[in-house]
């Protein structure tokens, strides 16, 4: 972690700045969306306005800091779950339940993705990179090589596999007021959040486990 994310992490420990993350995420929950003032978190937060600008920079400070707070907690799942005595493709499994899962949780973290990597700065952006993109990437090449050296996945690249996987899991809330106008259907809900793991579990595992282990997993 480089001083820039590490000093977030420490700034959002703070009780004041706790309360004005805290605050910042009630709000976008609430609303379906990240478009939020510094008045309307000082007045949902309690705290004066000036001290976003004290803790954070500014907005786009205190957005990031709010992403890599709940990334730290999905990054330490990432390692617990590489950890466990089971067998790679479980592992897979319950990756990608849990990513479609952090995303239901954390409603707004697809779109603070999205709007800090692409429309915020160049430094945001890297940030963003170093304590998101980076151990997601990293964690899919040890469990693709883990997988592959057991016989359970035939060689995969984990770009294209990071690409597949989080753009499919990403999309199913990104793409949903898209979706919504196009075929009429409705929010992401806990049992479209089922349904939705099931299919990225049958499509995943299909196409990249090996011809015995894909029967067995048909099977079971």
Do not use: W
């Not at 995420?25 to 008045?39: K, Y």
């Not at 907690?73 to 990432?78: D, G, R, V, W």
């Amino acid at each position: 972690m480089n001083s820039s994310v590490a000093n977030r992490f420490q700034t959002a420990r703070n009780a004041t700045a706790e309360k004005l993350l805290v605050a910042a995420s009630d709000l976008m929950i609430a609303r379906s969306s990240i478009e939020l003032s510094l008045s309307d978190i000082a007045q949902k937060s309690g705290v004066n306005a000036a001290l976003v600008k004290y803790h954070f920079g500014n907005k786009d400070g205190l957005l990031l800091a709010l992403l890599a707070r709940d990334a730290a907690t999905e990054t330490a799942n990432l390692e617990y779950l590489l950890a466990q005595p089971i067998r790679p493709t479980e592992k897979l499994k319950l990756h990608i339940a849990g990513i479609i899962r952090a995303y239901r949780r954390f409603p707004y973290m697809n779109r603070l993705i999205h709007y800090l990597l692409h429309e915020s700065s160049a430094e945001a952006a890297d940030e963003v990179s170093q304590f998101f993109v980076a151990p997601l990437l990293d964690f899919h090449r040890r469990l693709l090589t883990e997988g592959i050296a057991a016989g359970e996945f035939r060689k995969i690249d984990p770009v294209l596999f990071y690409t597949s996987l989080i753009g499919a899991c990403d999309h199913l809330f990104f793409g949903r007021h898209a979706m919504s106008r196009a075929a009429g259907i409705g929010p992401v809900t806990d049992e479209v959040c089922r349904d939705y793991i099931r299919h990225m579990e049958a499509l995943i595992c299909g196409g990249m486990l090996t011809a015995n282990d894909g029967a067995a997993a048909s099977a079971g």
